[in-house]
């Protein structure tokens, strides 16, 4: 009987492994699978000199094993050959499906175009025509159910017979563009559809299509993709459902904001982003070569805005603001939308029940768009309007507060007055108390140069920071200081060149008055608003250290 070899030290398990005294195998089990019951098998185990006859136990594991093996081998082998049978019917189904041609009968009633979206009751039983984009495609015995997206807008279509058995129904993938014609009509009780109807297509056409395997949408922006990946492609993560509804509300937190102003006599301005001031400070400035000119993207309207009181009154914006930020967080943006007012002859208390006013008053606006308040409900089930008044707590109570709980500052000691809260304990704050705070009174030194200082305590400028649970601080405001003198010591204190601002200063100078605003940063307002993780996800196409581009 010829002998196989096996040497556990060795060996070698291969394919072409001979099993000889000179090339044995490495494992009795990888010899027996290859030679079978009808030879020899000697065995050198791991540190012992010579060959001996396999054990009868170890034979019996190697038959089970190669039994198994070769099962399994069966079995795969036996569905390769299925899926080829299948996917040959399936190529035969499809060449088949590229014979069938069809046609938009022409003695049926004219089908009237309608949006995606139209809720008149009127177009149920109406033969109708729609163009949208394919969101879902599920086939069902001989159906093909699609639902057609136009924006936010979905309607179920239903493919049936003919239509369903052509090439491009079979085919049909996500992002594929398409106008469907057929009846409207409401889906019996019990089942779901959008706005509780379908069209039930008797004619298709593609308008552009959209790619499939590895190039298809969902291959390529996975609902559950990895942030960097979904970013590289923003511009189609933008077309998944959190993005859009996220870009939905946020139009209508603008359009909220832009009514609620206007209720106010609040006038709109726009002022420049090319400016050559500072106002946040010059450690986040992006300067630019402005025709030779060193100049800088604006960190903040506020100042220009401060300039129009005098003849417009009360003014805000919707502008964008820049800061160079080099820290890489998930509430800093480089470049992010700021909503800024500024008000006349106020005083401190006015400004804090300004703001309460405005934030209450733009979640009332928004939760009477049901869809914009759907959509938040979807995404932050837990909301629930703030109540009033918001707490008020001043900075020197926030440090006590953060002292008692022994949360520690940036540099790892307990808080002291003057210094900064860094964005841990702030979130330890916010997530504690859990509701908006009116954090005020921070420190001279701490703060921008314009604000003004405290009547009852020097030490402190009236100034608001406020902050939302899960994000933090989501407004800056202050009382600006009005007095000529007293600014350009301002400016001397934290050695910046007043000649620069001889506009800012000429408001002290010509009618000067007691006046104060804020700025709030939309994409941290609706993070708070959509509990979103990071602001990055409430911008359109986010800018951030490192990132500028799509
Ligand atoms: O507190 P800040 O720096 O205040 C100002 O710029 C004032 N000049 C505004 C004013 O009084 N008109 O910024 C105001 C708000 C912050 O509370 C925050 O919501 C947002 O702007 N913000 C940012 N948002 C995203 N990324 C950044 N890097 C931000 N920096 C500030």
New binding site residues.
């Given amino acids: 009987m010829t002998v196989i070899y096996i040497d556990e030290e060795k060996g070698i398990d291969a394919n072409d492994t001979p099993g000889t005294v000179a090339s044995p195998f490495n494992s009795l089990s990888q010899a027996y699978l290859q030679h079978g019951p009808e030879k020899e098998y000697r065995v050198r185990k791991k540190d012992e000199g010579e060959y001996k006859p396999a054990a009868k136990a170890g034979l019996k594991k190697a038959a089970n094993y190669a039994d198994t093996q070769r099962k399994k081998r069966a079995a795969a082998a036996d569905r390769a050959e299925k899926e080829a049978q299948e996917e040959a019917a399936r190529e035969a189904v499809l060449a088949q499906a590229k014979d069938i041609k069809i046609a938009e009968d022409p003695v049926l009633p004219q089908a009237v175009l309608i949006n995606i979206g139209e809720t008149d009751p009127q177009v149920i039983g109406l033969r109708v025509r729609v163009q949208g984009r394919v969101h879902r495609v599920a086939k069902q015995g001989g159906l093909v159910f699609v639902t057609l997206r136009r924006g936010l807008d979905m309607m179920q279509c239903l493919l049936s017979g003919t239509l369903a058995k052509t090439y491009d129904a079979l085919t049909l993938t996500r992002e594929t563009s398409m106008e469907v014609v057929g009846e409207l009509w409401n889906v019996p009780a019990g089942l779901h559809a959008p706005l509780n109807r379908e069209l039930r297509a008797d004619y298709f056409r593609i308008i552009a299509k959209a790619p499939g395997g590895d190039e298809s949408f969902t291959n390529r922006v996975p609902e559950d993709g990895d942030a960097t990946t979904l970013l590289n492609l923003r511009h189609l993560t933008l077309r998944q459902d959190k993005a859009s509804a996220i870009m939905f509300v946020r139009d209508g937190l603008e359009s909220a904001f832009h009514t609620c102003y206007k209720e106010l006599g609040i006038k709109k301005v726009s002022p420049p982003a090319l400016v050559q001031t500072q106002?946040?400070g010059g450690a986040?400035l992006f300067s630019l070569d402005f025709y030779g000119e060193t100049s800088y993207l604006t960190?903040?309207?506020?100042l220009y805005?401060e300039t129009v009181l005098a003849s417009l009154g009360d003014v805000y914006c919707i502008e964008k603001?820049f800061?160079a930020?080099k820290s890489v967080t998930r509430?800093?943006?480089?470049e992010?939308t700021?909503i800024?007012?500024?008000l006349d002859f106020i005083t401190f208390d006015q400004l804090l029940a300004h703001l309460e006013h405005v934030i209450c008053r733009v979640i009332d606006l928004i939760w009477e768009n049901p869809i914009a308040a759907a959509k938040i409900k979807e995404y932050n089930p837990e909301f629930t309007k703030p109540s009033r008044p918001f707490l008020r707590m001043r900075y020197s109570e926030a440090i006590d507060w953060l002292r008692e709980r022994n949360i520690k500052n940036a540099e790892g000691s307990d808080h002291v007055f003057g210094d900064d809260i860094a964005e841990a304990a702030e979130r330890n704050m916010t997530d504690e108390i859990n509701r908006p705070i009116f954090l005020t009174h921070f420190p001279v030194e701490i703060k921008?140069f314009y604000m003004q200082r405290a009547d009852d305590d020097g030490r402190v400028t009236e100034s608001v920071?406020?902050l939302m649970p899960g994000v933090g601080?989501?407004?800056?405001?202050?009382m600006r200081i009005w007095d000529h003198d007293e600014l350009l010591a301002a400016y001397k204190r934290e050695g910046i060149d007043p000649s620069g601002y001889f506009w800012y200063l000429d408001q002290r100078k010509y009618g000067s008055s007691p006046h104060g605003?804020?700025?709030?940063?939309e994409?941290?307002?609706l993070a708070w608003l959509m509990k979103l993780w990071t602001?990055r996800e409430a911008s359109l196409y986010p800018r951030f250290m490192g990132r500028c581009t799509p």
């Fill in positions: 106002v946040e986040t960190q903040s309207s506020q805005l603001s800061r930020e509430r800093h943006l480089a992010y700021h800024e007012a500024e921008s920071d406020v601080e989501v407004v800056g405001g202050s605003g804020y700025g709030l940063g994409q941290r307002f602001v």
